[in-house]
């Protein structure tokens, strides 16, 4: 396989003019260090953005009460409603596309000093948001457990007084030694043990104001807090061959007949569609993910003609030496191999020190964010993590580079061939 | 000296395209060699000598008429077929050397066996047979830059007998050589002619052509004079 003379002669024919050479493996590096470092990148932004979306449930919608917006019934338009826990019973049993229905409540406390500082323990106090829930909350936009456990279906159903809280909540309440754990706390007037602590999964403000939160049973706070059945918002997610918005439809629908609202009015039950989101954000990186392919394999593409053209050039310049070759005895096949090994060996070194060159920027860019999110975790605005190429992408571009190669020879080796021996050796 | 003809040539035409005139350069040329003769051919440029060596060659094809070598009809050959008898049966040995600049003596000798596929440490130690053979061992690692006219054309007819060729095509071989080393270079034709290999020079010198057994004058595309010399 390894013919010396062959390698001579390539080696020969690169060093004659080193800096043509570089500068035309200079084109094929570019393209396919861009590509890769573009590659990267893309899939950087892309796992930042779903980073950021934690373990949300894709498939998931969210609706509340508004104001009604068109008169009905002869009810006047502007009316106040809210959901309740019939609704919930009701939308169990009429629409079997949901898989988790988790309706939530906000505890909005009245009067003075509304919502600041409403929780306290001993000497500490601080200002939380306060959530009523279920468990298949934490399943739908799940937080981490990291100590104890979440809400559980008995919780709900003797309306225990538990409490789950968020990490910042510990870290104001409680010293950082202390085991939050089994302790209690007083939310507005009344205790609750702590059963569990949470970490955000999610990255910037959201993680922070997630952090911030109690969780308490629903039924325990609608109970205790006197909101009677209300429910302030469900969170659904939709069976897994049902798409969300079949899902979003109906309930929309049932809530509207239930609560005498018109069915054209649009405004009057507030939703969003977290597939629809998510099917948008997949859309995009497949955009980006396409730009950055036409974008590198255009450089790459440039790249190659390049070297198509030196290699003409080279062609050109050896005619006479080629015309010896063939007067002593080279088949054409012989010449065109030559050719064509040694635009391959210029693509595909230049390219290979691209590819090198481009995983290792990335790698050096992944580690560096890598270190900062280990000293800052949930710094906020990590908007770019973890870039990387896959292995098989850069074969795929390596193989690419190869193929390309072989064509940029293809021309000038028929070139080198097609002269006749005897014009050849004529040539000056 | 036997009578085996090695090369027939026999009504040979061959014309070139000029723009819209056509030049017919070979007008029914008819020329037998036999099998170790050493043979000059001379004429005024245009006359049609190096057409008729690159024909005889396999580098150029020829109109009508009938070319054997070595037995073989050559018309029309596909390139990977002419570079074959190219290989087998000829040896060239042009007025410009033609070595390979960035291959030293030894592997511009060895050349033609590598495309005979012959493994590198064999074609290698061959080649230094022959360079031997020219009084060159002691040259075989110098590139030809670094060798004089008389050395460089050594080593070109050496690499010209590697394959050991039926035939020696010479184009003007002392062209580029002063007289002493011209006459030196004949020398080793006459060395390589003693072994029975035939040996056609173009020249149009006539001292050189002096050297030979028999003189062939080309004019306007036919044989002119054909003559043994007498010594």
Known sequence: MFDRDKWQEIIMALKQNKLRTTLTAFGVFWGIFMLVVMLGSGKGLENGAYDGMGGFATNSVFVWAQNTTIPYKGFKKGRRYSFSNSDTKALREQVPEIKMLAPRLEARFRGNGANTNNVIRGLKTGAFNIFGDYPDFNKIDPMTIIQGRYINEDDIKYKRKVAVIGFRVKDVLFTPKENPIGQYIRIKGVYFQVIGLTRSQHNGGWAEWQEQTIDLPLTTLQQTYNYGEDVGWYAITSQPNFSATIVEEKVKNILKKRHSISLDDKEAIGSENVEKQFKKMNGLFAGISALVWIVGIGTLLAGVIGVSNIMLVIVKERTKEIGIQRAIGAAPSVIISQIITESIFLTASAGYVGLVCGVGLIELISNMLAKQAAAAPNSGGAMFTRPEVDFSVAMTALIILIVCGALAGLVPAKRAVSIKPIDALRYE | ?231
């Open chain 2, 1 to 231: 000296m036997n009578n085996v003809p090695i090369i027939t040539i026999s009504e040979v035409n061959k014309s070139y395209e000029v723009g819209n005139n056509k030049l017919h350069v070979l007008k029914g040329l008819n020329l037998t060699i036999n099998e170790g003769e050493m043979i000059s051919i001379m004429g005024a440029s245009g006359s049609g000598k190096s057409t008729l060596l690159n024909i005889l060659g396999i580098l150029d094809n020829y109109d009508s008429g009938a070319y054997h070598l070595n037995n073989t009809f050559i018309q029309n050959l596909s390139e990977k077929k002419a570079a074959y008898y190219r290989n087998q049966y000829i040896g060239f040995v042009f007025q410009s050397f033609n070595l390979i600049s960035f291959k030293n003596a030894m592997e511009n000798v060895a050349l033609p066996l590598y495309y005979q596929k012959v493994s590198r440490r064999k074609r290698n130690a061959i080649a230094m047979e022959y360079l031997d053979k020219m009084g060159l061992k002691d040259w075989a690692t110098h590139m030809p830059n670094e060798l004089s006219g008389g050395q460089k054309q050594r080593i070109a007819i050496a690499r010209a007998m590697i394959s050991k060729p039926k035939v020696i095509l010479a184009d003007e071989p002392t062209g580029a050589l002063d007289s002493k080393t011209s006459l030196e270079v004949m020398d080793i034709f006459d060395e390589i002619n003693a072994q029975g290999i035939t040996i056609i020079i173009v020249t149009h010198e006539r001292d050189i052509a002096e050297r030979t057994k028999r003189i062939i004058h080309l004019k306007d595309g036919v044989i002119e004079q054909d003559y043994y010399k007498l010594n």
